[in-house]
């Protein structure tokens, strides 16, 4: 997983990583969240990826947009 790198300083977001179709994000408790082109939609998982490139907002994405669009709870 690559470090998320926060640049707001305030997300509970600190990792992430991801493929052709999916996101995967862990929180600061321990939390992993995996989010697919089929839970959340192709466009939201794209938004997800560029924001966590950019190391802030996908925090807020997540609780505002897609936040049980998840398609699994893995931890």
């Keep these: 997983m690559k470090t998320y790198k926060n640049l707001g300083g305030d997300s509970g ?3 992430y990583e991801f493929g052709a179709d999916f996101i995967r994000v862990k929180f600061s408790d321990g939390s992993l969240y995996l989010y697919t082109h089929t839970s959340a939609g192709i466009q939201n998982i794209k938004t997800m990826k560029q924001l966590a490139r950019n190391g802030e907002g996908l925090n807020a ?3 505002t947009t897609v936040k049980y669009k998840y398609k699994k709870k893995e931890r």
């Design 61 to 63: 994405f997540i609780n």
């Design 13 to 15: 977001i600190i990792a």
